[in-house]
């Protein structure tokens, strides 16, 4: 056997060249799965990073805290919002180091697992606060305000939900392979 990259001639049966490193024999199938979603949730915890910051720096403006009733996030958002940035990077960086690893695989789906549980969760107590606060701070003025806004908002989250999909067919993919 030769390896494509340096040209090294090799034993049969290995999965590294011992001259260069490059690797070689077959690629998991839900590689580029894996990868793609991978990146796309690191650049999601990211961008909560950024938005959680933003946020408690306009709680801090004195013009602008004292214009809002409700002085910042409840303590179930604020916690929910850092446990998905951790999950959402987290899944991440898995996603792109074992994301030819067929052997990782099936751990690979009990992470994105956990992110559905968080994300069920998370969603919920968005809607639910939502709803309530939209109905709490304008009942007279719109009636059922809170659920005219529900249809975007469920829209939102079911758009939210494409990435763990797919993160989760690469992993399935990789179970299968694994098997065979």
Do not use: W
Not at 33 to 54: D, H, M, N, R
Not at 97 to 108: G, R, T, V, Y
Not at 137 to 149: R, S
Not at 159 to 178: D, E, H, M, S
């Amino acid at each position: 056997m030769i390896c494509k990259k340096c040209g090294q001639n090799l034993e049969e049966g290995i999965h590294f060249c011992t001259s260069c490193g490059a690797a070689f024999g077959s690629e998991a199938p839900g590689r580029k799965f894996l990868k793609i979603t991978g990146i796309v949730f690191i650049v999601l915890g990211a961008l909560g990073v950024f938005s959680l910051l933003g946020s408690a720096a306009l709680y801090n403006v004195p013009e602008i805290a004292s214009e809002i009733d409700d002085p910042g996030l409840s303590g179930i958002a604020l916690a929910l919002s850092i446990a998905g940035i951790l999950l959402s990077i987290f899944l991440g960086v898995t996603g792109i180091l074992f994301c030819n690893d067929k052997e990782k695989a099936q751990l690979l789906v009990y992470f994105v697992c956990a992110y559905f549980c968080y994300f069920i969760i998370s969603s919920i107590n968005t809607a639910v606060e939502t709803v309530t606060s939209l109905n709490n701070y304008m009942p007279d003025e719109i009636p059922g305000l809170g659920f005219i806004v529900a249809g975007p908002l469920v829209f939102g989250m079911l758009v939210g939900l494409i990435p763990p999909v797919f993160y989760l067919i690469g992993a399935l993919k990789n179970v299968k392979a694994n098997k065979e």
